[in-house]
């Protein structure tokens, strides 16, 4: 299966990313249909020409019209979500999805599905700070990389599907890493940083403070506004690799710790300079992706 | 003594912040000097007419020639100067800074201060990761927080005066803390990001890691980049007020960490929403200053 104009979409939960997808695939002319638990979602999307199609309680027929099936949705949903409505679904469809953890279910999921179906697993790398599809543009993704998740069982067909889709969509880099590694990169690169964000924002009191405050302090806790069901699923669900990342983290914020209480100035400067080597890595990479 | 159009101005130090001092000032008519140890900077800063005058060598009659002083230089070097040169300066000059800590040297300062002179201390909270006078702006003041950080030695006038100055510079928002107040909440809203930051920079190896990151950790590690010999003066300069922000931070991040340990969803969600509702404190500030 290729994409082409004639690929019939589906996408199950229409929250700021599902939203997102399908605002960008309507645009590029492709039939997207939209399923949510929510009338208030399938509404705006109809009403915005978000989606082509939209439905809360799909009938067997609706949900055997798809070619391609996106889950937007929290990553506990997936899994029953398939084992209740597989045997409606089109012959040879693929389904991908778009959650932020891939370890927990993506291998029960790919084990119990009919033979003639697959599961190929993706993580878009951009989101809001505000959820919903209200909030949703295609030009989130512009800039931002896309990573593909495949494992023993998918077929090069799939992954190509997969990588045609991130191209679609509009992101600058796709990339490939099983789901373990995926997970344990993805509790470094976002589960991590939402720890901290989180915790520097609750450490004290925060009365007046932002009378005080420079870009520094707003940059680092952008992302302490945050979803906490969406981000405590994720959290319990990554859990050995996050304690795992914030561990890490906290050992390089205890060297620091040290070498500031001892006044070891030229130790701090070291720490600076490998830290600014390093950061320069996502410059360029954030700089290419925008030319 | 008021700013006017008379008022002839001197940035000792014409780096990021002391050029764009100079940019904002000159545009608005102010006659402004520059001092500095670089012979280029000070090229930069006439060719670009950043500056009237300006000079590597200053005699007595050129530092004699100024009302409104504005050091723009580390904080180690500011008692040293006035040692040397008050006895230049024009009777009752005012002196400012920008400095990012105060308690360091302030009141050392205005312990050997002539007695007609006034030095009263400002923190202008604005920066880029890039540094040197060709990065200047006057645009980086533009919604941003001035901080006046006068002791009771200071006047009202002088009080006056440095508003005055931070309205003229374009900034969004002035107030005025206590010198140890202020080393205080530094500590907590700049110094303990710029530590943050720079440990999730070191904290693992991050080759390949740009080609999967999102905006959250771009966000977070936008800092990383950083000066490391005026931040590695500013930590220790401001050493125990600066460990006791980051003990407070240690706590809160340690009692996620077992939460997440725990499995305790519940404790969680209840800090992620603390965390949210405290954002939004700063979103409020940034939406009316930009208003």
């Known amino acids: 299966m290729k994409i082409d104009k004639n690929t019939k979409i589906l996408i199950i939960g229409l929250g700021l990313i599902g939203g997102s997808y399908a605002k960008a695939l309507t645009e590029k002319g492709f039939f997207a249909g939209g399923l949510d638990t929510d009338q208030k979602a399938i509404d705006y999307a109809l009403e915005n020409k ?62 119990i599905l009919r033979a003639d179906l697959e599961f190929i697993g993706a993580h878009p790398m951009a989101g ?23 494992t023993e069982k998918n077929t090069q067909n799939a992954k190509e599907l997969c990588r045609e889709l991130g191209v679609l969509l509009g992101f600058s880099n796709i990339s490939e890493l099983s789901p373990e590694q995926h997970d344990e990169i ?31 302090f707003r940059d680092l806790t952008r992302i302490a506004k945050i979803n ?7 959290f319990l669900l990554n859990r050995d690799k996050l304690l795992c990342q914030m561990d890490m983290f906290k050992n390089s914020f205890d060297k620091l710790y040290d070498l500031i209480l001892k006044g070891d100035r030229d130790g701090i400067r070291d720490i600076m300079k490998k830290s600014t080597l390093n950061r320069e890595l996502f410059d360029k990479t954030k700089g290419n992706d925008l030319v």
């Open 228 to 234: 906490d069901t969406m981000w405590s699923e994720l």
């Open 186 to 216: 993805i509790g470094f690169l976002s589960q991590l940083t939402h720890c901290i964000a989180v915790s520097l924002m609750t450490c004290r009191d925060m009365n007046g403070m932002s009378e005080y405050s420079g870009d520094s």
């Open 50 to 111: 978000i989606i082509s199609v939209g439905t809360v309680s799909p009938t067997p027929e609706y949900i055997g019209l798809f070619d391609l099936i996106i889950f937007a949705v929290y990553p506990d949903a997936i899994l029953g979500w398939i084992c209740q409505n597989q045997r409606y679904l089109k012959k040879n469809a693929v389904i991908t999805d778009v959650t932020g953890i891939k370890c927990s279910f993506i291998h029960k999921v790919q084990e």
């Open 128 to 150: 809001r700070e505000s959820s919903g599809i209200e909030n949703s543009s295609s030009e989130i993704f512009k800039g931002a990389n896309y990573v593909i998740t495949p």
